[in-house]
């Protein structure tokens, strides 16, 4: 039986949107889904742990259809907004199941337990200054798949700016390998040929004191004076000047045999593309100089859901869970709520009932 004046209000069998926002933002936010199902109990929502994970599951199923609407704002189609966007990569344990006969005596076949690398991207507004404006939800989504997967997935949310009128587009990361030629291909495919490529600056002084370091041993250098011309490079580095840290580095270890290659060949293999270290014209010209802000959702959308002690995950449902924790720690989970409705009501007026999401 069908009740029209629910579908209206968007209550579709048993389930309400506020209900759903309620419960995925319990899911996603508390630690497990055991004790979201605890905290919705308190709340009078009798939720156990198997149905609230069957709710979250599917729902997700829905929204990732139209992902990238889930973070559609006006904010992102007015022109001259000035945008920066940042990728980076995090870690959880992956469960995969062992092949093979199970072993006489053992009561479960096991699973394995590798790390994988989950991709996260950011991309936020700045202002005249170079400072996150606050008042804009970011967008932050993630992939757990290849590296094109994820690059795709970043084309997709570029594809919904208004990248054509923007002031300053602006890519952050940090060296990681295969990142910056996916960087340079999204840049012709999309043709953003103003787009200005910065390489994140905190790791680019871990990475230039490990030149510091070889000099240092090489010379057999005091505290002082290895803090010294770590001050030194430290002030190329910032200006952008890293033929001269070149040349530093042939004069100070000239005579020694190992140690100049070691060296030189950090800096050809980090610091080679010199155009994306010149953080002090970024600076002048008001451009941010690091992906701190990816860092940060790192840190709350995977390392506090999905990287626990004793956590594992499917690939695809950690990518779920990552999405869903991005929608509502940006804000936008309502937003997805309405996207999926729609996508529910199509479904259930041409009688499409078994991926409907359902209530006890």
């Known amino acids: 039986m069908r009740h029209l004046g629910l579908e209206l209000l968007g209550i579709i069998k048993r389930v309400s949107p506020?209900?759903?926002?309620?419960?995925?933002?319990?899911?996603?936010?508390?630690?497990?889904?055991?004790?979201?199902?605890?905290?919705?109990?308190?709340?009078?929502?009798?939720?156990?742990?198997?149905?609230?994970?069957?709710?979250?599951?599917?729902?997700?199923?829905?929204?990732?259809?139209?992902?990238?609407?889930?973070?559609?704002?006006?904010?992102?189609?007015?022109?001259?907004?000035?945008?920066?966007?940042?990728?980076?990569?995090?870690?959880?344990?992956?469960?995969?199941?062992?092949?093979?006969?199970?072993?006489?005596?053992?009561?479960?076949?096991?699973?394995?337990?590798?790390?994988?690398?989950?991709?996260?991207?950011?991309?936020?507004?700045?202002?005249?200054?170079g400072k996150k404006i606050k008042s804009i939800s970011p967008i932050i989504d993630g992939s757990c798949g290849s590296?094109?997967?994820?690059?795709?997935?970043?084309?997709?949310?570029?594809?919904?700016?208004?990248?054509?009128?923007?002031?300053?587009?602006?890519?952050?990361?940090?060296?990681?390998?295969?990142?910056?030629?996916?960087?340079?291909?999204?840049?012709?495919?999309?043709?953003?040929?103003?787009?200005?490529?910065?390489?994140?600056?905190?790791?680019?002084?871990?990475?230039?004191?490990?030149?510091?370091?070889?000099?240092?041993?090489?010379?057999?250098?005091?505290?002082?004076?290895?803090?010294?011309?770590?001050?030194?490079?430290?002030?190329?580095?910032?200006?952008?000047?890293?033929?001269e840290i070149d040349s530093l580095v042939r004069e100070k270890l000239i005579g020694k045999r190992k140690a100049p290659k070691a060296a030189l060949k950090k800096l050809d293999d980090y610091f080679g593309d010199h155009s994306k270290f010149q953080y002090k014209t970024f600076r002048n010209n008001g451009l941010p100089t690091g992906s701190g802000t990816v860092e940060s959702a790192i840190r709350r959308v995977i390392n506090l859901r999905i990287k626990g002690a004793g956590m594992f995950w499917k690939r695809e449902n950690a990518e779920k869970i990552i999405f869903l924790r991005s929608l509502v720690l940006t804000g936008k989970l309502r937003n997805a709520c309405r996207k999926a409705l729609n996508i529910v009501r199509n479904m259930f007026n041409n009688n499409i009932v078994e991926d409907l999401p359902m209530a006890a």
């Open 18 to 129: 506020a209900l759903i926002e309620i419960c995925l933002s319990m899911a996603v936010l508390c630690p497990s889904f055991e004790v979201a199902a605890n905290a919705l109990r308190g709340f009078g929502i009798k939720m156990n742990q198997n149905l609230l994970q069957n709710l979250t599951q599917r729902f997700s199923n829905l929204a990732m259809s139209v992902r990238t609407d889930c973070f559609a704002e006006e904010a992102w189609q007015k022109p001259g907004i000035k945008i920066l966007i940042c990728v980076d990569g995090g870690r959880f344990r992956e469960r995969r199941a062992k092949r093979g006969k199970r072993k006489n005596g053992q009561k479960r076949q096991g699973f394995h337990s590798d790390w994988v690398e989950p991709r996260l991207l950011t991309i936020s507004q700045f202002d005249d200054n």
């Open 147 to 243: 590296m094109n997967d994820f690059f795709e997935l970043l084309k997709q949310h570029l594809l919904q700016i208004n990248i054509n009128e923007t002031a300053e587009i602006v890519f952050s990361a940090d060296g990681g390998k295969g990142i910056w030629p996916r960087i340079d291909k999204l840049i012709i495919d999309l043709g953003l040929n103003n787009a200005k490529r910065i390489l994140d600056y905190t790791h680019a002084k871990q990475n230039i004191s490990v030149v510091t370091e070889i000099i240092s041993e090489a010379l057999k250098l005091s505290k002082k004076k290895t803090k010294k011309m770590n001050c030194q490079i430290k002030d190329l580095l910032w200006n952008g000047n890293i033929c």
